[in-house]
């Protein structure tokens, strides 16, 4: 199986920041990399497929980028509306894998 | 608009089975599988499962097999998981989410149910 590692586990931040999260991948994954983002109470929601293609109606602020094992999402200005937990998860090869979760928290 | 429904939360004693629903509407139902996830909070976001909409062909995580089935029809728009022989580690949210079968170019996971909450107690 394929075993994804995000770090941080939880980020600290303001309102106008800049973030980035870190995703590693144990083995190659090409750009078959997926992030979503996740509130309480709520499923996940799609924000970028293919490693940096972002899905129709997320902000611009949002971006992804790596291919292989590296992986990054970055969110330019932290707007009141991201404070939330964020996952990547490969589906290059079943079964389908989550990294632990980045937890972005004011 | 897409939506994928669920069944409401469910309450099962150690040993029993539970199916979950997910009422598809809004899209071609046959043009997609069906993904069940569960999210706990000592294990995370796990992938449980998938069922082509069109074929009925499922394929398992391992640490299931043996105790998931995976279902649909076609004609009502329903998948369902079926999880049996429960023990209070599948105390979970449930999740169904749809997946492209290659006929649509929509990405993996752009839509998911809103979740069943699953507890498992004597």
């Known amino acids: 199986d394929t075993q994804m590692t995000q770090s941080p586990s939880t980020v600290s931040a303001s309102v106008g920041d800049r973030v980035t999260i870190t995703c590693r991948a144990s083995q190659s994954i090409s750009t078959w990399l997926a992030w979503f983002q996740q509130k309480p109470g709520k499923a996940p929601r799609l924000l970028i497929y293919k490693a940096s293609t972002l899905q129709d109606g997320v902000p611009s602020r949002f971006s992804g980028d790596g291919s292989g094992t590296e992986f990054t999402l970055t969110i330019i200005s932290l707007q009141p509306d991201d404070f939330a937990t964020y996952y990547c998860q490969q589906y290059d090869t079943f079964p389908l894998t989550f990294g632990g979760g980045t937890k972005v928290e004011i | 608009q897409v939506q994928l429904e669920q069944s409401g939360a469910d309450v099962k004693k150690p040993g029993a089975a539970v199916r979950v629903s997910c009422k598809a509407s809004g899209f071609t139902f046959t043009d997609y599988y069906f993904h069940w996830l569960r999210q706990t909070p000592g294990q995370g976001l796990e992938w449980v499962g998938r069922?082509?909409?069109?074929?009925?062909?499922?394929m398992y995580e391992k640490r299931f097999l043996g105790r998931i089935s995976l279902t649909r029809d076609t004609s009502i728009t329903t998948a369902y998981m079926d999880l049996s022989n429960l023990t209070s580690d599948d105390t979970a949210f449930y999740y169904c989410a749809r997946g492209p079968r290659g006929v649509v170019s929509t990405p993996l996971f752009d839509h998911w149910g809103q979740g069943t909450l699953v507890t498992v107690s004597s």
């Open positions: 069922i082509n909409g069109k074929s009925g062909d499922t």
